[in-house]
């Protein structure tokens, strides 16, 4: 049976990338704060040209190439956090590469897969924030309320190395797991609920992130 692809065309509102500067209280570095890019940027195995992150064990990779952040959850957490309204004014709060508007945990699903500008690209796993967000917010507890939320974005890899710019469009070309949106993923990986049916299919779904698979099968075991 041939399965229907469903229509998903939005643009990419803003194309970001970080250079490494000293960020945290302990002399840490990080390249979370992100810049707007001007022009058509190599987007390879590993990402953007030129995109760095400091910390290469939790950050980047092929299952993290690009981070992408829906702008349509800012004007939420505006209304959460008032006080952060000048880092939330446009794209870039929470290190995102790509932004868009039209594209939420709710309607991409694990394992889609977009063309976008000459770029093949595939959903590998969602985001799980670290401790950097709680530095950039100046909120203490800011990873913790990025999860119960379920904003959290997500990660793509790189299928087909290209070029992109701000304005080209997601345009998604294949949906091969129409049952896994990202925020069932977000629900079965860190709800309160333990679904050992789910956990157990995750654990072997091989278009998950590894990282994620293993975390699914210490779910279901404890």
Not at 5 to 15: A, C, E, H, R
Request: some cysteine.
């Amino acid at each position: 049976m041939t399965r229907t692809v469903p229509t998903l065309s939005v643009p990419l509102l803003s194309l970001r990338s970080g250079r490494i500067i000293p960020f945290g209280p302990q002399g840490e570095s990080s390249a979370i704060a992100k810049l707007p890019v001007a022009g058509r940027v190599a987007v390879g195995r590993h990402g953007l040209a030129g995109d760095q992150q400091a910390d290469q064990v939790h950050h980047g990779g092929p299952d993290k190439a690009l981070h992408h952040y829906p702008f349509d959850h800012y004007g939420a957490w505006l209304m959460e956090l008032p006080a952060q309204a000048g880092l939330l004014h446009t794209p870039g709060a929470f290190g995102e590469n790509l932004a868009t508007l039209g594209m939420t945990e709710a309607n991409v699903c694990l394992g889609d897969i977009f063309r976008l500008g000459t770029a093949v690209i595939q959903v590998a796993q969602g985001r799980q924030p670290c401790w950097k967000l709680n530095q950039r917010f100046g909120v203490a507890d800011m990873v913790t309320r990025v999860l119960i939320s379920g904003r959290t974005g997500w990660y793509y890899r790189v299928l087909e190395p290209g070029e992109v710019a701000a304005g080209d469009h997601f345009e998604l070309i294949e949906r091969g797991w129409p049952d896994w949106p990202l925020s069932r993923l977000w629900r079965v990986l860190f709800g309160p609920a333990i679904d050992a049916e789910a956990l157990a299919e995750l654990a072997r779904l091989d278009v998950l992130a590894a990282g994620w698979r293993e975390r699914a099968a210490r779910r279901l075991g404890d």
